[in-house]
């Protein structure tokens, strides 16, 4: 089996970002890739030259990682037939390939790296408020049973339902399902709705971590055309028609990662699709309060017609804080019931001090989305600013919320930019990440999350980085890999 560049360059991550010799860091990567089964025994890797090419390194960069992987028996060549994986070193079990180009803050980067991967907010005021409070006036008092709640805390599933029922969706609580962080939910919802082999339906563009999620699980994503309005119905109804998905998964507002927001009347089309082809619509509204306008916010898709089987998604992290890994499911309660089930066999139940934290803050929703909001169009206004003067060629549509510019870059390969950009000390998120069919090759994801002196450094670093990427200059090998 061979593999081409530009799948081994993704496999890689941001393999740059760990300081020291260039050769050293992409053979800890090349050794990684093999060890959790990326790299089956047997794999032809690319020539020194094409994959050089790819990574935007010099040759003899590759040519030395791929001599210490031989000198450790990992890899091994022979003229005229190439350069292959050796070792035979068993995946681990529960290893699968996942978008590493958007988690490479959590797995740990080195140097003077600035992530612009992850959009996880800092913590709103509110919690730091709320986990005194409760700290004060007895939150040992909540340690008490065995702490295995699968549903969710009985006073956090009610705050939850009052949120849907106020935002125009009558919800009860046992419609309710807690989850560790909306990451949870997407996987159990797939688990209950997918099937290996079957297509699930997305939009063009979307949150990587749902993709992961359908492709461990054997599914095929097929994108859904999108414009400035979001989601076009059109074109889901069509795919809906032709492909028969199991599901599909949308974020309808502030769309991730265009941060459009679909019309009132385009999310009664969706209900009205939903209900008559009864195929199930997962609407992940993790990203709802974070309008940057003074528009209203439609009522979510499950609320315009009472046929459709639609599941809600929502999550405490991008109001509160990123560390407060409570989400939930908002869905009929035979569909409950049965992903209570699923939540019982993956963890027996989410964190009960969180999700006590959780029910104490959520009351104050309004307040905290009023500080993030702010901090959220700071943050826009900085980034924008600095890319303007220091990529002026560089273009976005202005997003009605959220938290994130989809950048439009004038020429070349995002992916192959990105592999750049780690060397000028600044970690983005290419394009092709967020697609089901690997396009988008012009986009960068850019999150608006950080202090605005990062947002400015940041925004520094990506035009030094461009620059070397548009005159085809590569770094060379040295005590240090990133350039700041």
């Not at 860091?25 to 790819?54: C, I, K, M, Q």
């Not at 998964?249 to 265009?258: A, D, G, R």
């Not at 035979?334 to 992903?339: G, K, S, Y």
């Amino acid at each position: 089996m061979k593999i081409t560049p530009a799948r081994l360059a993704m496999l890689l991550g941001p393999w740059a970002t760990t300081g020291g010799p260039l050769y050293a860091a992409l053979a800890d990567a090349l050794r990684g890739a093999v060890e959790r089964g990326e790299l089956p025994e047997g794999t032809v890797l690319p020539p020194e030259r094409e994959l050089a090419r790819r990574l935007h390194v010099s040759r003899t960069t590759v040519v030395g990682a791929y001599g210490a992987l031989k000198e450790a028996g990992v890899l091994d060549s022979r003229q005229g037939r190439g350069t292959w994986v050796a070792a035979a070193v068993a995946p681990r079990a529960g290893d699968v390939a996942f978008s590493g180009e958007l988690y490479s803050n959590l797995m740990g980067g080195g140097g003077d790296v600035i992530e612009l991967t992850a959009a996880a907010p800092l913590a709103t005021a509110v919690v730091a408020e709320e986990t005194a409070r409760l700290a004060a006036d007895g939150l040992a008092d909540r340690v008490t049973g065995v702490g295995y709640v699968p549903g969710g805390l009985a006073g956090l599933r009610e705050r939850i339902a009052e949120l849907h029922s106020a935002q125009g969706l009558p919800t009860r609580p046992d419609e309710v399902l807690v989850t560790t962080g909306a990451q949870q939910a997407i996987g159990l919802v797939t688990a209950l709705f997918g099937e290996a082999g079957q297509a699930v339906l997305v939009e063009e563009a979307t949150y990587p971590g749902a993709l992961d999620m359908a492709r461990a699980a054997g599914m095929r994503p097929v994108g859904a055309a999108l414009d400035g309005g979001g989601l076009v119905v059109e074109s889901f109804e069509e795919l809906v028609d032709r492909v028969r998905p199991r599901y599909a998964y949308l974020v309808p507002v502030f769309q991730n990662p265009t941060g459009a927001m679909l019309s009132e009347a385009r999310s009664r089309a969706v209900a009205e699709l939903s209900a008559r082809y009864r195929v199930p619509v997962v609407e992940d509204l993790a990203l709802r309060e974070l309008r940057l306008d003074d528009r209203p916010v439609p009522a979510p898709i499950a609320a315009h017609d009472p046929e459709a089987l639609v599941i809600t998604i929502g999550s405490m992290s991008k109001v509160f804080w990123a560390g407060l890994r409570v989400g939930w499911i908002r869905a009929p309660r035979p569909i409950v019931e049965r992903l209570v089930q699923l939540k019982v066999r993956s963890d027996l139940g989410s964190d009960v001090l969180s999700q006590v934290v959780a029910a104490a803050v959520l009351p104050r929703l309004a307040e905290a989305a009023a500080e993030r909001r702010d901090g959220l169009r700071a943050g826009h206004e900085v980034l924008a600013g600095a890319l303007a003067r220091h990529l002026p060629d560089w273009t976005w549509d202005t997003p009605a919320g959220g938290c994130i510019l989809w950048v439009r870059i004038p020429g070349g390969d995002a992916r192959e930019f990105a592999q750049v950009a780690q060397r000028y000390g600044v970690t983005v998120v290419p394009g092709q990440v967020l697609s089901a069919a690997g396009g988008h090759a012009d986009r960068l994801r850019l999150p608006f999350v950080a202090e605005a002196p990062v947002l400015e450094e940041a925004a520094r670093r990506l035009a030094l980085a461009w620059s070397a990427y548009r005159g085809g200059r590569t770094t060379a090998d040295g005590p240090s890999a990133i350039i700041v």
